[in-house]
């Protein structure tokens, strides 16, 4: 019978899904899985309803409502099959039940007394959300977590290890394998990366797919859907015995075989109950089709609670927003000028990400476009945004730059944060502006010529001028793009004497002129 | 560099040098920067004008006697380019592929055992060999290209008589191969004026920072002391006369329709300034070499041949 097959093809389709975009986080590209996993982000829940907010109507940003659609006819397939933070748990709850003694290995039905504090989290996640900041939403969004133990965790492994076999095959001249140019990240992001992977770790060893029916903002706002689905799990009165394998066997911890119940708030379609049940016992069934088996327990009870707690966190968390803004906006101003030599207390922001509100109101922190930049000069911040931009990534000029022809961050981006610009927008979209500081550069102190600035600058915004027959920096403001290079190469020390000022609404710089093509040479005679 | 100084280093590279040891054997350290004017081939310097560069090239090393003057069968080679920057060909702010294949190709057919292309981008390494058309025109020709934008792949060497750049870490490639072909390409450069065959060579070094605080120029000079390439060849056929070393568009360049190749890197250097435009003199990095006696600025003492095409 074709419920017993689900759970094959659930497993195989959650690994496909889950290998495709874990490729795509560590930059291997082709012509398949680029554009499947292309797809698969925009079937991701809040990135997709973040771009809807960026970018509104567009095909690229309807992915949420297909999955409300989908949650709504057969219930959480979200959960078991496209999140790849679900696939991810699934490999801990398997590695868990190695680890654990026989008796602990399997699952048991759990009352939802307890999960007020999941609908309380959601709200305040959403109330977070309306009021400017991702901050939570970007510490519990699966998709989102799934991007940072990729990119600031695998990655690293993952590109160490081919520079290493690339090396060894250098010794035996070989040359086949291209190494990849990575920097390390700062420790304290990977501090955290390690405590949510840690935290997901230890709640799915424990208690199956815990995470996604008590944290998971996703899962909460599907499984409000979810109790409403058109085809929803029953049991059949007849066929069970209630010998109680299908309760084992849930990860979710939904199922109450005494009881005959199922809590489809909870039920992410996993289907491994179909496949444990011999007699089959369990079948979907299309709810509204008249005949009302379908047992209601707890959902009254239930969601007088949650819709409680509900509003009462909305209510609490209005009247303390505002103080968590102004927190996160006094780390934001740049103040105490002076104290630091260079350096702005602004980050710098992807160019395509339009300002430091859209930016941050948007960047759901994945990391996709810290993994994708060919230059690696997109690193995850930490409290450079303030509070309400936590780990959101910045430009960080000091080990590399912005590659001027370079649009890949604008590609990736799943959430709209950094929208999409074409080569000759890129050219002209100033993110921030270089400053040169005179009494600090190596010319005006050293007196011997350098121009890394000027050479590595590719609008020629920072221009060298004569300067007692030498020959010295000067700024072009209105040509500069903010890239970085001139910040890059710039070799004084410990402070550099040209650095970037971030913009935090984006400019416009001055195109550079008409392409004429090369000048003719009249001469034809050698000069020596 | 002290008299006493010097005759002891010279003791002790003629010893070296006089093991023959495999490694050491084709180099000539340090001592060669001390003997100007040793060019090989027919001539001191073959400039050709025309406009098929590739034909251009040809031209100049048959007059030079064909690159088997340089290379011997079995040898191995490593070509350096200027692929300093993700632009394209047309933008010539590197060295232009063909002349690049053609290079390797010449190599080979004198017998080459192995060629080798590499450099130190300023851009992104992977777009700039792409980008470049050097990657894949080298490749064609039958050379392999190598990565230079890692440490790992660079060694710590030391430099005897240098003023400020007594040590540096160079690309192992320079090492390893027996004969090191320059081939840069004619720019404006913006603070050392102009960027020709000794300043292509900051490319083999890891840390081009140290260069520009501790007087770029003096460490331009000081590193051909290390090791002066056995061959240069100029590409100065699209020139950029103005917002170099990048350049901004192709309005920054002028069809020059030159090629210089010479075995003395101040020689050629100062040859392809003129062509430019500029008084050889006024670059900050050749008056040092010359009066570091690296090589010969001043072309009225050279042996020079001329082709149109």
């Known amino acids: 019978m074709l419920l017993r097959h689900l759970r094959k093809i659930r497993i195989i389709l959650s690994l496909l899904i889950f290998a495709f975009l874990l490729l795509f986080f560590m930059n291997v590209h082709g012509r398949i899985v680029d554009p499947v996993a292309e797809f698969l982000l925009r079937l991701q829940f809040f990135p997709s309803l973040l771009r809807f907010t960026a970018i509104a109507f567009a095909a690229s940003s309807l992915g949420f409502l297909l999955i409300l659609l989908i949650t709504l006819l057969f219930g959480r397939v979200y959960c078991s099959s496209i999140c790849p933070l679900g696939t991810l748990q699934d490999f801990f709850i398997a590695l868990g039940k190695r680890l654990k003694p026989k008796k602990k290995r399997r699952f048991v039905y759990t009352s939802n007394r307890k999960f007020i504090i999941r609908y309380s989290l959601l709200a305040a996640t959403l109330l977070f959300w309306v009021f400017g900041s991702l901050f939570l939403l970007n510490l519990l969004d699966p998709y989102s977590n799934f991007g940072k133990i990729s990119v600031t965790l695998i990655q690293p492994v993952f590109t160490k290890g081919v520079n290493v076999l690339s090396g060894l095959l250098e010794r035996l001249d070989l040359f086949f394998i291209t190494p990849f140019l990575k920097q390390s990240l700062p420790l304290d992001v990977i501090a955290v990366s390690v405590g949510i992977l840690g935290v997901i770790m230890t709640m799915s060893i424990w208690r199956g797919r815990l995470f996604c029916n008590s944290l998971c903002p996703v899962g909460s ?127 710098v922001t992807p160019p395509g990400s339009i300002s430091h509100d859209h930016f941050t109101g948007k960047c759901i922190a994945c990391y996709l476009c810290v993994g994708a930049c060919p230059t690696n000069v997109i690193v995850p911040s930490f409290f450079d945004y303030g509070l309400e931009g936590f780990m959101q990534p910045k430009l960080d000029y000091h080990k590399s730059f912005c590659n001027f022809d370079c649009t890949r961050c604008t590609e990736v981006c799943p959430t709209g944060a950094i929208t999409k610009l074409d080569r000759s927008t890129k050219h002209i979209t100033q993110i921030g502006i270089a400053k040169f500081l005179y009494e600090s550069c190596v010319v005006t102190v050293d007196r011997t010529d350098c121009g890394a600035c000027s050479e590595h600058c590719p609008t020629k915004a920072v221009k060298m001028v004569p300067y007692n027959g030498l020959w010295l920096p000067e700024m072009e403001p209105d040509l500069c793009i903010g890239c970085g290079a001139c910040e890059y190469a710039c070799p004084t020390e410990p402070y550099k004497a040209i650095f970037v000022e971030s913009n935090s609404v984006h400019q416009e710089a001055i195109p550079l002129g008409e392409d004429h093509g090369p000048r003719d040479h009249e001469k034809d005679e050698f000069p020596f | 560099m002290e008299r006493r100084d010097f005759i002891r280093k010279s003791f002790l590279y003629g010893a070296v040098a006089g093991l023959g040891t495999s490694a050491l054997g084709s180099f000539t350290p340090a001592l060669a920067g001390l003997r100007p004017h040793i060019t090989k081939g027919n001539y001191d310097l073959a400039a050709v004008r025309g406009t098929d560069l590739v034909a251009m090239f040809e031209s100049a090393m048959q007059e030079m006697g064909g690159m088997s003057q340089w290379v011997k069968p079995g040898q191995t080679v490593v070509v350096k380019p200027n692929i300093g920057w993700d632009v394209i060909p047309d933008r010539a702010a590197n060295t232009n592929p063909e002349l690049v294949g053609a290079v390797v190709r010449h190599c080979l057919q004198a017998g080459a055992s192995r060629v080798t292309v590499f450099d130190h981008t ?32 660079y060694r710590d060497i030391t430099i005897p008589g240098a003023v400020r750049l007594k040590d540096a870490k160079v690309h192992e490639q320079i090492l390893e191969n027996d004969v090191f072909i320059n081939v840069p390409v004619l720019k404006h450069h913006s603070s050392t004026r102009l960027t020709i065959a000794m300043k292509n060579l900051m490319g083999i070094v890891w840390d081009r920072r140290y260069w520009h605080r501790n007087d770029l120029n003096q460490c331009i000079a000081d590193f051909c002391l290390y090791r002066k390439p056995d061959l240069n060849i100029v590409d100065a056929m699209l020139v950029m006369t103005r917002n170099g070393p990048r350049g901004t568009s192709t309005a920054d360049l002028v069809r020059k329709n030159s090629l210089l190749v010479s075995s003395d890197i101040v020689a050629v250097d100062a040859a392809s300034a003129m062509i430019f435009g500029e008084e050889p003199a006024n670059v900050g990095h050749l008056a040092i070499a010359e009066r570091m006696n690296i090589g010969n600025l001043d072309l009225t003492k050279l042996n020079i041949q001329r082709v149109y095409m």
């Open chain 2, 122 to 153: 300023c851009d992104n390494w992977r777009r700039s060999y792409e980008n470049s058309g050097i990657e894949k025109a080298a490749r064609d020709a039958g050379a392999r290209i190598v990565p230079g934008n890692f440490e790992r792949n």
């Open chain 1, 221 to 347: 706002i599907l499984g409000l859907v979810s109790t409403r689905s058109v085809y929803r799990l029953a049991f059949k009165d007849e066929a069970c015995t209630f010998c109680g394998k299908c309760e084992k066997v849930c990860k979710a911890e939904c199922l109450d075989s005494k009881n005959k119940t199922v809590d489809m708030s909870r039920c992410i379609s996993c289907f491994n109950c179909f496949a444990s049940c011999s007699n089959n016992g369990l079948y979907y069934e299309n709810a509204y089709s008249g005949k009302k088996q379908l047992v209601k327990v707890d959902i009254e009870d239930k969601t007088r609670n949650e819709k409680r707690a509900f509003f009462l966190t909305l209510a609490g968390g209005v009247m303390s927003l505002p103080l968590l803004k102004k927190f996160a906006k006094a780390q934001v101003e740049p103040g105490k000028a002076g104290m630091v030599p260079t350096g702005t207390s602004l980050p």
